[in-house]
C-alpha cells in the first residue's frame, strides 16, 4: 500500500509540473501586461473582499507574506489599491481597489481568458470538455466539502453498454478472456433489456464516477441470478462488493425468491468469501474452452425463504 502511494505522489507532483510550465504560474507575464497570473489573482481577491487585509491574502492565497508585501508596495505605486487604516483595528489597513485598479483587473482578465483561449482551440470539442470535465472533478475531490463516499444506484440509460464495456476490459486484463466474453456479456444484458422488469442492476459511484455494479435476473417466480458484479481495481477491499451483495440480496428477499444462483471462476478467492458469508455454497464445477483453454467455472446457489 505504502508503494502505491508513493506512486501516486509522484504522478500528481509530475502533473504539478507540467501544469504549472503550461500556465505559467508565478512567472509569466499575461501577454503584454507587466503583471504575472500571481498578481492578477491578488487583485482579484482584493476586488471580491468585503474587507481584504494582507494577512486576510497570506490566509487565502497562502502566499509567502514578503513576496505578498512587495506586490502590494508595488500595487500601491501603480495606484491600483489604497490602504486606509481599520476603524476596528488601529494596528490593520484595509485594502481597497481603485478605479484605475478594476481597469487594470479587467484588462488581465481579458487577457488571462484569451490566453486559454487559445490552449482550448488547440483541441477538439470532445477534448476540451473531457478537460474542463477532470479538471472540475480534481476541484471537487479536494475541496473541503467534497463527498468522496460511495453511493448505489438503480440503473440509468447508457449503463449496461457501460457494463459491457467494462467486462470486456478487465476481463481481458485479468483473466485473458477476449471479446467473445465481452460479446456473451453483451447479449445477457439485451436480453434483460428485452424486459427490465424481470431484475435490477445497481451502479455504485463515487464522486459521480462509475467504480461498480451488479444485478439480479428474475428466471421463474421463486428462482434469480445473480450477474454482472464486478468492482473497479482501485475499490475493491474497502467493503464495496459486500455493500453490493447486501443490496441484491434485500431485494430477492422484498421478491420472495426462495433460490439465487450464480456463475463465476474458480480462483477468485476474495469473491469466493464473501459469496460464502451470505450462505452460498458451491454446487457445480465444469471447464469452458469458450473464452479461455485453462477456465473452469463454478455455481454457487443459495436458498431464501424457505417454506
Excluded at 459469496?275 to 474452452?289: A, P, R
Aim: aromatic residues 10%.
Amino acid at each position: 500500500m505504502e508503494s502505491l502511494i508513493q506512486e501516486r505522489v509522484m504522478k500528481i507532483r509530475q502533473f504539478n509540473r507540467f501544469y504549472t510550465n503550461i500556465i505559467g504560474l508565478i512567472n509569466q507575464n499575461i501577454l503584454e501586461s507587466p503583471y504575472s497570473l500571481a498578481e492578477a489573482r491578488i487583485l482579484l481577491e482584493i476586488n471580491n473582499a468585503a474587507t481584504c487585509t494582507a494577512s486576510s491574502l497570506v490566509e487565502i492565497l497562502q502566499i509567502d507574506p514578503g513576496y505578498l508585501s512587495r506586490i502590494l508596495r508595488r500595487f500601491k505605486k501603480d495606484g491600483l489599491i489604497e490602504a486606509v487604516r481599520s476603524m476596528t483595528d488601529g494596528r490593520s489597513q484595509i485594502l481597497n481597489i481603485t478605479e484605475k485598479g478594476r481597469a487594470t483587473f479587467r484588462q488581465l482578465s481579458d487577457a488571462s481568458s484569451s490566453q486559454l483561449v487559445g490552449l482550448l482551440e488547440q483541441l477538439p470539442q470532445g477534448a476540451q470538455q473531457i478537460l474542463v470535465h477532470n479538471m472540475a472533478a480534481i476541484q471537487y475531490m479536494l475541496s473541503d466539502k467534497a463527498d468522496t463516499s460511495i453511493t448505489i444506484r438503480r440503473h440509468q440509460s447508457g449503463d449496461t453498454g457501460y457494463i459491457a464495456y467494462r467486462h470486456g476490459v478487465l476481463y481481458e486484463k485479468e483473466y485473458g478472456l477476449d471479446h467473445r466474453f465481452e460479446k456473451y456479456v453483451l447479449q445477457s444484458l439485451i436480453a434483460y433489456l428485452e424486459d427490465p422488469s424481470k431484475g435490477e442492476i445497481w451502479i455504485a459511484e463515487c464522486c459521480g464516477i462509475i467504480v461498480g455494479f451488479i444485478g439480479i435476473v428474475e428466471i421463474n417466480k421463486r428462482t434469480a441470478q445473480l450477474r454482472w458484479f464486478l468492482i473497479e481495481p482501485e475499490f475493491r477491499g474497502g467493503g464495496l462488493g459486500r455493500k453490493l451483495v447486501e443490496t441484491v440480496m434485500e431485494y430477492c428477499q422484498q421478491k420472495y425468491y426462495n433460490h439465487v444462483f450464480l456463475w463465476t471462476f474458480k480462483g477468485l478467492d476474495a469473491a469466493r468469501h464473501l459469496y460464502q458469508s451470505f450462505g452460498f455454497n458451491l454446487t457445480e464445477e465444469k471447464e469452458n474452452d469458450t473464452w479461455n483453454n485453462q477456465l473452469i467455472e463454478q455455481r454457487w446457489d443459495v436458498m431464501l425463504n424457505a417454506d
